[in-house]
T-cell receptor, first 110, second 114 residues
Framework: GQSLEQPSEVTAVEGAIVQINCTYQTSGFYGLSWYQQHDGGAPTFLSY??LDGLEETGRFSSFLSRSDSYGYLLLQELQMKDSASYFC???????????WGAGTKLIIKP | NAGVTQTPKFRVLKTGQSMTLLCAQDMNHEYMYWYRQDPGMGLRLIHY???????AKGEVPDGYNVSRLKKQNFLLGLESAAPSQTSVYFC?????????????FGPGTRLTVL
């Protein structure tokens, strides 16, 4: 079956850099996605990695290592508005639909 | 463009009551999804649709039914609500369901079953 693991909570200081890890187990791999969800809000797409390496989008970067079944989301120059939950997700091999991790709550302190 | 909208935003039901949640998208997307999200958990797929007139079961379909009579609408029904169905329900849509397909979410419906 498929499963994803990510830390339940990460704390960082405003202006700092934080890394949110995600390890996955899948019978077939089609790429790793990241979504952001603010409290009371809807998930919004952040990034997608299909190949090994780093993808950068402004202050956010996402990394993938397929050989290690591992990825991470890197947030730089943290701002208070980055306080949210971050979810990694992979495709289910049987029906091609997204399977989601339980989410990492990012707490940012001033 | 409104994107993905959901009706209602909040609802309280008694055990055994029925209701329908409506999702609408104006992006001409082929794929639509219904998820539920419980505290401390990720999203779990209830049902999805790959096009008008089609539906398929997701990870947790029991107790729910869906219909996609029009491309822009995806309805989620609870025939006999149970307290275990207390959750936040999100609808989403995507263009074509490919590897990198981005899903766009509605604002959610908070459902409480007493």
């Amino acid at each position: 079956g498929q499963s994803l693991e990510q830390p339940s909570e990460v704390t960082a200081v405003e202006g700092a850099i934080v890394q949110i890890n995600c390890t996955y187990q899948t019978s077939g791999f089609y790429g790793l996605s990241w979504y952001q969800q603010h409290d009371g809000g809807a998930p919004t797409f952040l990034s997608y990695n299909a190949l090994d390496g780093l993808e950068e989008t402004g202050r956010f970067s996402s990394f993938l290592s397929r050989s290690d079944s591992y990825g991470y989301l890197l947030l730089q120059e943290l701002q208070m508005k980055d306080s949210a939950s971050y979810f990694c997700a992979v495709r289910d091999h049987s029906n091609y639909q997204l399977i989601w991790g339980a989410g990492t709550k990012l707490i940012i302190k001033p | 463009n409104a994107g993905v909208t959901q009706t209602p935003k909040f609802r309280v039901l008694k055990t055994g009551q029925s209701m329908t949640l409506l999702c609408a998208q104006d992006m001409n997307h082929e794929y639509m999804y219904w998820y539920r999200q419980d505290p401390g958990m990720g999203l779990r797929l209830i049902h999805y649709s790959v096009g008008e007139g089609t539906t398929a079961k997701g990870e947790v379909p029991d107790g729910y039914n869906v219909s996609r009579l029009k491309k822009q609408n995806f309805l989620l029904g609870l025939e006999s609500a149970a307290p275990s169905q207390t959750s936040v329900y999100f609808c989403a849509s995507s263009q074509a369901g490919g590897h990198s397909d981005t899903q766009y979410f509605g604002p959610g419906t908070r459902l409480t079953v007493l």
